[in-house]
């Protein structure tokens, strides 16, 4: 079985800045592309970024610029830098990965971690 674990959540005032962390566990496992989604009260869980196993990434429009997405696929763990939060960036952020175990490849969730930005 494959584990995905955020921290790094919390409170926050407007302008600050957090830092996420995802990280893997299991055995025998290959991760490739890897993303960060959110969901507020209220609305569709929606991506924030993605990076894919080499290191490309993209962004949604409402956080370029602002946050920033790496990985240390030696560690099998991501970050999101997150910096001039503002209110709306409030909601639940999950990590997911796309890992490939005993040659079937699968979509994997974390528990996700409040993230709280207060004006």
């Known amino acids: 079985q494959v584990q995905l674990v955020e921290s790094g959540g919390g409170v926050v005032q407007a302008g600050g800045s957090l830092r996420l962390s995802c990280a893997a566990s299991?055995?025998?496992?290959?991760?490739?592309?890897m993303g960060w989604y959110r969901q507020a009260p209220g609305k569709q869980r929606e991506l924030v970024a993605r990076i894919t196993r080499g290191g490309s990434t993209n962004y949604a429009d409402s956080v370029k610029g602002r946050f920033t997405i790496s990985r240390d696929n030696a560690k099998n763990t991501m970050y999101l830098q997150m910096n001039s939060l503002k209110p709306e960036d409030t909601a639940v952020y999950y990590c997911?990965?796309?890992?490939?175990?005993?040659?079937?490849?699968?979509?994997?969730w974390g528990q996700g971690t409040q993230v709280t930005v207060s004006s």
């Open positions: 299991g055995s025998m496992f290959s991760i490739n592309t």
């Open positions: 997911k990965a796309y890992v490939l175990r005993s040659g079937l490849g699968a979509d994997y």
